[in-house]
């Protein structure tokens, strides 16, 4: 016999300790929290997660997850269509806007290339960016990706291809974090923010 | 407009942030997570819980969560129905069966008595312990509850509630911990320890 009284518990932590970072007791205390709960509050719990799986949609335009056809970015009018992130992930749309200093659009890749993990540039949504800046109306292609050997390889992947293309190509500023002491900056980093050096401007 | 491109993502990193120990982040981590998933595996993972909380059951006998009307435990016949072992909970359960040390049965109280949390006796399964020493069979109950002052008036409530029935009341030893230096033991745990000294066997 097994030590644990009940299939339908061994299941449910099973299925909590696949997700990452979540052991075998943290799924088992999880799952104990849930059983204490109202056999509605837990309905809710694990509809919600198969609703979104199965209603969830890619937007047309910019490829991030969305509840409609079009997402709510692509769909506001006082966004600025002429300026365009290109990002790895919805994580990093979060990010971007909780930022409040941007306004364009996205553009999602899925992912970024990385052959160690068997992703090629066929596995990402390439194709959509180029027709997007081909249709005309985008002036400048934000690269937002990591600074990472894969997202190095993704935003000079991108460069290429848009080369013969009338836009304007721009990344992210790399330099020494705010509220970082330059003691402990990599040298890396630290020469970037040397050589990019910006005007001094009194706020 | 919010920052998040979808209702459905929101409801589902809701739900997850409720969770004990889970933060907004996290819940958007795990969630993000399934979302890679296919659609049978997020449903197989949300149908979990919710068969789990449906159809989970509570033994007759012990109060122990089963997927029968009489869990496990108290339907293996090799096992010993005069040694009960009372224990606050499901967890404890999966802990003393997991030492392989105990080959009696258990009775689960549901919780511990603690006037702090509104938790009186009478949220508790006692009557079902005491309809189960009254019965007869039972010649001893080892009290398995937490070192705490929450455990310690559960002890005594027990103790007091079978003072009449002809049964033995034990309970765990109190000492210091196995691979523990006794250098950095606590004066209580030490003090138990050496009161309740036990005959040196060679092994």
């Known amino acids: 016999m097994t ?8 299941n449910a932590v099973y299925e909590f300790s696949k997700l990452p970072g979540i052991g075998k007791r943290t799924a088992l205390r999880l799952v104990l929290h849930l059983l ?34 079009i997402c ?4 506001t009018p006082s966004r600025d269509p002429s300026t365009v992130c290109v990002v790895e992930n919805i994580t990093e749309v979060i990010a971007v806007e ?25 596995d990402l949504d390439f194709d959509g960016l180029i027709r997007r800046v081909a249709e005309g109306e985008i002036k400048e292609i934000i690269l937002a990706l990591s600074a990472t050997p894969e997202g190095d390889t993704t935003n000079f992947y991108i460069y290429r291809k848009l080369g013969n293309l009338p836009v304007i190509i721009t990344t992210l500023a790399r330099g020494v974090a705010i509220g970082d002491e330059l003691e402990y900056a990599d040298q890396i980093t630290l020469g970037r923010s040397i050589t990019n050096r910006i005007k001094f401007e009194a706020t």
Chains 1, 2 share one sequence.
Do not use: W
């Open 98 to 122: 909780n930022t409040a200093q941007f306004h364009g659009l996205y553009h999602v890749l899925g992912g970024l290339i990385s052959p160690m993990d068997g992703i090629g540039p066929a």
């Open 3 to 10: 030590n644990s009284p009940s299939k339908l518990l061994d």
């Open 72 to 75: 709510n970015i692509c769909s």
């Open 36 to 69: 204490r709960k109202t056999e509605e509050d837990v309905t809710i719990f694990g509809q919600s997660v198969i609703d979104l799986r199965k209603n969830i949609k890619r937007c047309k335009i910019c490829n991030n997850i969305s509840d409609t056809d």
